[in-house]
């Protein structure tokens, strides 16, 4: 745990070694990350020690890349940060005896979680970026609320499918139905919002967490079906699902053809592909070693961005040209790890709820990492989601360090008893 | 359920591990294709962080293109800056962040920005990165000779046309000439490339700068061609520079006289009667070169074109797109043509059907005949040099066609020396040297209005510059009027000075 720690220390004070001025930061997130440090053993001292620091260091790898990018975003991301941490030890504190208590509100926070996707959709709070409709304003502030849905999906999945698993393996129509009605009704707000990304998040997580519940693998083969199917109906009808698709499948063209942006004619590479190649360009140019930190291209010399949403939906496109293969692997292994610790504490754990509310936490971890990198990769289409700890983005901070805190109570419980 | 969970274990580890898969493809096996794009702005930014190699010309001091470090936004850039405004305009190209790249500058932009796979490079590029340098590019020497290259620009100035000039023994390029030229240091302000584009010039219709003329300009080659028949009825064994004719001031193709007075290259008399095959090619008479062309076929003669080089994109160190081929073209579809049944074999004969050349590629033929027969590679670049001086790379001389025997093109050589001492290139002649040449004034189908060509080797018994030379639109002017005292000068300038030795 040490070494962890040094190395996620050494890690933050590296941006010094970029701009002197940036020490300030370091100390400062030192001092967060001991203060987490402090509260996490006092809360729950039989937590597992790695998740942590791995967290912290991802954390500490975004926030680096984002202040390269944009120190005033990284300030702004501090704060966020120092909110996720509250909040982070708000929840260890509160749930340290048994969190177990959630899953007593399992339809509040199913029906939270709807609630909280569907706040978009309002008037005068909800507000529209980039085509998908997904933000809540309070004031100065700006909120996703879908990344804490996600949560709330979770617990609720937890709770359900822990009380019906038996009665669902049966595969009976009617206890299917609460289930099928608060997941439909996600889905459904997702459509609406424009927001694939999330969609497919939450579909896998569900199936993931039915297979744990049910371990009937033909629910999952049926849901793939479905999903199939629906994917193919809405690349037919769709609009804005057929041009994710045709990206992904031929980001270039050798000819004009139309730009629904401008109306005109050009080249794909120049109009709706513009994202995701300029976003491979950023990879490939990092290559073996990379460029450096700090000494990646991300602007023209006129001060012009290069690649669009480079903090968020494409950080991993910038952290691959500064940090080169070497880096970037080595930042995939650190979430591999993490993946494969959370999934260690859903094994540990001794009862239904807690390893269900483990397992769909790391899942959907690593499906939102799948989704957002493989999506910039061009393994699968893009769809802009945020890279966990590490994009710059506030409710994904949160929701982050909401979804560590869980981690580490499940994992408490469950060595404190063995 | 803990069997359940390790399954869905292994299922996101391994979506996480295919991320690394992905990264390692872009990262390694298809880094070189995207860097390689056209639209990678991020690559073309970048290399503009790389203090770009150093561009000489053959003297080694003369700087074609330098670098202006400029500090914006806290990124240190090196722009290009070309310190002669624009001496080989065309060759040296340029390299801006808005218009890409193009000549020398693109071709070789490995060498220039370190990043070609040279063992020495890549360690001192690896260096540089590691010890957080600038990455330093190799500098290039090239064989442009700055004297007579300059020679060339201001004797082509005001004019629109060409100038080439190699080694034939080597195929080192001393000159290569294109006007109008263009300043590239105007090249990246919207306002300066327009002056470009739209600069008055004296050629209408193809009037762009921005245009190599030696090596993308197709022009009607005229009556230099009949060098290339020449040489496929002296190889074919069918004539002899003694073979007989008569002249009687017009030659009959497909039943119709076409006549020698429209041919404004030929001097001396409309009908000379009875003379062999040097003196038709000497005076440049076309009933000749009519009757050769009709005995060996269009076949022999387009054959023997390709033994020049032909119908080939021609090597030379210039982005692909910038070397066109030369040959018979359909002007409808801007395709060669290659069936010589399509083809009027007197008319191809003495240059006119739809051949369109280069001045490279008739440069080219010229230093096919000076070098015995072989035409070697042409080369621009001499030599590249790390930033510390030592030799990265230096072009061999090598063998690019073998257009004919050397016997032939030591008849050649002496049917190209009567030309400049008693026929239509007597302007050439330089006093001490032994002057080869050949001259074309082809129509332009505006009277009197002529695309003038010389193409030249010296001395003749052991050339040391071979070319071309080609001026566009010149009323009442002729190849070995306006084209022929440029070649001389042009000679003169590269060759030692005969008085002096």
């Keep these: ?418 | 359920m803990n069997r359940q969970i390790s399954r869905i274990s292994v299922v996101a580890l391994l979506l996480l591990a295919s991320l690394i898969v992905g990264t390692t493809y872009w990262q390694s096996w298809a880094a070189g294709g995207l860097a390689a794009r056209q639209d990678n702005a991020i690559q073309r930014v970048a290399e503009f962080k790389i203090k770009r190699g150093l561009i000489y010309a053959s003297d080694g001091h003369t700087v074609l293109a330098a670098n202006k470090k400029v500090v914006k936004a806290g990124q240190t850039f090196y722009f290009r800056r070309y310190p002669t405004g624009g001496l080989a305009s065309q060759v040296v190209g340029y390299s801006t962040q808005g218009r890409s790249r193009a000549g020398v500058e693109r071709q070789e932009n490995g060498y220039l920005t370190a990043s070609n796979a040279n063992l020495g490079t890549i360690i001192d590029k690896l260096t540089d990165q590691l010890r957080g340098a600038t990455v330093t590019g190799n500098n290039l020497v090239l064989t442009i000779h700055a004297n007579a290259q300059k020679l060339a620009e201001s004797a082509l100035a005001g004019a629109c046309g060409a100038a080439v000039v190699l080694n034939p023994q080597t195929g080192a390029v001393d000159v290569m000439a294109s006007s109008p030229g263009f300043n590239p240091n105007k090249i990246e302000s919207a306002s300066g490339y327009a002056s470009i584009l739209h600069s008055p010039s004296a050629c209408p219709g193809s009037s762009s700068a921005l245009l190599n003329r030696a090596t993308q300009g197709l022009y009607a080659p005229g009556s230099t061609f009949k060098t290339v028949t020449a040489a496929a009825a002296l190889d074919a064994g069918i004539f002899t520079p003694e073979s007989r004719f008569f002249d009687p001031g017009y030659c009959i193709e497909y039943g119709q006289k076409v006549y020698n007075s429209g041919n404004p290259d030929q001097n001396g008399p409309e009908q000379y009667g009875n003379v062999n095959l040097l003196e038709g090619y000497q005076h440049s008479i076309n009933a000749v070169f009519c009757n050769v062309g009709k005995r060996i076929g269009a076949r022999r003669i387009l054959d023997k074109a390709k033994d020049f080089g032909f119908y080939s994109t021609p090597p030379l160190e210039l982005p692909a797109n910038e070397r066109a081929p030369s040959g018979l073209y359909n002007f409808k579809k801007h395709s060669l043509i290659d069936d010589a049944s399509q083809v009027d074999p007197g008319r191809l004969a003495f240059g006119q059907e739809r051949m369109l050349v280069t001045p490279l590629q008739m440069a080219l033929v010229a230093a096919g005949v000076a070098d015995g027969g072989k035409v070697m590679t042409p080369h621009l670049l001499k030599e590249v040099r790390s930033p510390g001086g030592s030799l990265v790379a230096r072009t061999h001389p090598s063998v690019w066609k073998r257009a004919m025997k050397p016997k032939t093109a030591a008849e050649l050589n002496q049917m190209m020396q009567a030309v400049v001492t008693g026929g239509t290139g007597m302007q050439a002649q330089i006093p001490g040297i032994k002057v080869a040449g050949k001259t074309g004034t082809a129509e332009t189908g505006l009277s009197h209005v002529y695309t003038a060509w010389f193409i030249f080797f010296a001395p003749a018994e052991n050339p040391q510059v071979a070319g071309a030379v080609v001026l566009e639109h010149q009323l009442n002017g002729f190849g070995g009027s306006v084209a022929a005292p440029i070649a001389k000068e042009l000679m003169q300038a590269i060759l030692p000075n005969p008085s002096k030795q």
């Design chain 1, 1 to 418: 745990m040490l070494t962890a720690l040094g190395f996620a220390s050494v890690y933050i004070a590296r941006q010094s070694v970029v701009n002197w001025g940036s020490l300030g930061y370091a100390l400062f997130f030192f001092a967060l990350y001991i203060a987490a440090h402090v509260v996490a053993r006092f809360a729950v001292p039989n937590a597992d020690p790695y998740l942590l620091p791995m967290a912290a260091l991802l954390t500490a790898v975004g926030v680096t890349e984002i202040y390269r990018l944009g120190p005033s975003d990284a300030f702004k991301q501090g704060w966020w940060i120092v909110i996720g941490v509250v909040l982070f030890a708000g929840a260890l504190l509160r749930l340290r005896r048994d969190y177990r208590v959630l899953e007593q509100y399992k339809y509040l926070f199913g029906i939270g979680a709807i609630v909280l996707l569907y706040l978009p959709r309002l008037p005068v709070i909800g507000s529209s970026v980039n085509g998908a409709r997904l933000w809540v304003h309070a004031g100065p502030l700006r909120f996703q609320p879908g990344e804490l849905a996600k949560i709330f999906l979770i617990v609720f999945l937890a709770g359900y499918l822990r009380e019906k698993r038996e009665v669902l393996a049966q595969a009976r129509l009617k206890d299917l139905g609460p289930l099928l009605v608060i997941w439909g009704g996600c889905m459904l707000v997702l459509v609406a919002t424009n927001d694939l990304g999330s969609g497919l998040l939450y579909f896998g997580i569900f199936l993931a967490m039915l297979y744990v519940a049910t371990a009937r693998l033909s629910f999952v083969l049926a849901g793939i079906g479905l999903f199939a199917a629906g994917g193919f109906v809405a690349y037919e009808k769709i609009a804005h699902v057929h041009e994710r698709v045709t990206i992904w499948l031929q980001p270039w063209t050798t000819h004009r053809v139309y730009c629904p942006q401008t109306g005109g004619l050009a080249l794909r590479q120049d109009c709706q592909s513009y994202q995701l190649v300029k976003s491979l360009y950023s990879i490939g140019n990092g290559g073996f070693g990379g460029a450096g930190l700090g000494k990646g291209t991300f602007t023209t010399a006129d001060g012009h961005a290069l690649i669009p949403y480079v903090n968020t939906d494409f950080i991993y496109s910038a952290l691959a040209q500064e940090l080169g293969l070497v880096g970037a692997a080595a930042l995939l292994l650190m979430f591999m790890l993490f993946v494969a610790r959370g999934m260690k504490v859903a094994l540990r754990a001794d009862d239904g709820f807690s390893k269900l509310l483990a397992a769909g936490l790391t899942f959907g971890f690593a499906l939102q990492t799948f989704i957002i990198v493989g999506g910039v990769l061009r393994l699968i289409p893009l769809t802009g989601i945020t890279l966990p700890f590490v994009s710059y983005g506030g409710s994904s901070v949160v929701a982050n360090f909401l979804v560590l805190a869980g981690l580490l109570l499940v994992s408490n419980r469950a060595n404190a008893q063995t």
